[in-house]
């Protein structure tokens, strides 16, 4: 089972560049989410998705936008890309929400210079 | 979103059993306390879940007192490759706002031979 898929799973960008990061779960799950984790913090969520057809921002959303395209893909995307957004993104998903716990997958490094 | 309170760090030996206390002062009753395992350069994996007494699995047990104030994640006889950042997560209530949770910095444990 593949489980949690992202990528790319390394990207440098230019400042002001756009880029897509994409996320598919193959386990059925109703909800997914995008977090980011910077050096040496937890990770802090930026959108979710609770079921296909919504999404709802997190704590930190400013940058960004999200596409729930279908149940298995959720999609985040950078407009204009800043150096403050050099981080390890994770996508997730949970069968019914935070209850049922997360599977993550195993991130997208982004370096954005 | 309720705020959890762990320690920074913790250093064991192989073979000791090592116990995670976690601090949630204001759970709400609906609240899960969940907790997850995070290698370097690997997204974040989920060990274990409970909401009141105790909860075991063939990784780890969680004790959470009467009044769910706090938790104690137990790892026994650990082994050097339990060597991770864990973290306390509270939340996941029925409802939309369920399908967010908040990581903190987490607990890096370091386990010597």
């Known amino acids: 089972n593949a489980g949690v898929t992202q990528t790319p799973k390394f990207q440098v960008l230019k400042t002001g560049q756009s880029m897509t990061l994409q996320c598919a779960q193959d386990?059925?799950?109703?909800?997914m989410y995008w977090y980011r984790q910077d050096p040496g913090m937890g990770l802090r969520l930026i959108y979710y998705s609770a079921s296909e057809g919504t999404t709802d921002k997190g704590e930190v959303p400013n940058g960004y936008n999200v596409s729930r395209l279908n149940k298995r893909e959720f999609s985040l995307r950078l407009e204009s890309a800043a150096p403050s957004q050099t981080s390890v993104y994770f996508c997730?998903?949970?069968?019914?929400?935070?209850?049922?716990?997360?599977?993550f997958g195993s991130g997208t490094r982004l370096t954005v210079v | 979103l309720a705020k959890t309170t762990q320690p920074i760090s913790m250093d064991s030996y192989e073979g000791q059993e090592v116990n995670i206390t976690c601090s949630h002062n204001n759970i709400a009753t609906n609240d899960y306390i969940t907790w997850y395992q995070q290698f370097p350069s690997q997204g974040p994996r989920f060990i274990i879940q409970g909401y009141k007494t105790k909860v075991t699995n063939e990784v780890a047990s969680l004790f959470i007192p009467a009044d769910r104030k706090s938790s104690t994640l137990s790892l026994p006889r650990v082994s050097l490759s339990d060597t991770a950042v864990y973290y306390c997560l509270v939340g996941g209530g029925r409802g939309n706002a369920g399908n967010m949770l908040t990581f903190g910095g987490g607990t890096r444990l370091m386990v010597k031979p």
């Open positions: 997730a998903s949970s069968e019914r929400g935070a209850n049922y716990g997360y599977t």
């Open positions: 386990m059925n799950h109703n909800s």
